[in-house]
């Protein structure tokens, strides 16, 4: 996965469809990334923090969720974010 800058203003601005947007497919998931990525960190070195693991579960089925959408929505903006996260699918 890549490795996404720790500033979520930077996230923001990176995934932006115009300036200002914060709610787009795009951004969201670039922001669920990030989270995901922190709580992996988190979870290799405390490895029986259940409540933790749970809370990423949940983490990952939302950004699915929203994957799913983006790629109902638009094809093109679905490939070109999974290429750029370096996600799998």
Same mark, same amino acid.
């Given at each position: 996965? @890549? $490795?996404?800058?720790?500033? $979520?203003? +930077? @996230? @923001?601005?990176?995934? %932006?469809? #115009?300036? =200002?947007?914060? =709610?787009?497919?795009?951004? *969201?998931? %670039? !922001?669920?990334?990030? +989270? /995901?990525?922190?709580?992996?960190?988190?979870?290799?070195? #405390?490895?029986?923090?259940?409540?933790?693991?749970? =809370?990423? !579960? &949940?983490? @990952?089925?939302?950004?699915?969720? /929203?994957?799913?959408?983006? *790629?109902?929505?638009?094809? &093109?903006?679905? &490939?070109? !974010? /999974?290429?750029?996260?370096? !996600? $799998? +699918?």
């Amino acid at each position: 996965m @890549i $490795k996404l800058p720790d500033n $979520k203003q +930077k @996230i @923001i601005e990176m995934f %932006a469809q #115009n300036k =200002g947007d914060t =709610g787009s497919p795009e951004v *969201q998931i %670039a !922001l669920l990334s990030y +989270k /995901i990525q922190k709580l992996v960190e988190h979870l290799e070195e #405390n490895k029986k923090d259940n409540h933790s693991r749970r =809370g990423l !579960l &949940k983490v @990952i089925a939302k950004r699915r969720r /929203i994957l799913n959408y983006l *790629q109902k929505l638009d094809e &093109k903006r679905y &490939k070109r !974010l /999974i290429k750029e996260l370096d !996600l $799998k +699918k």
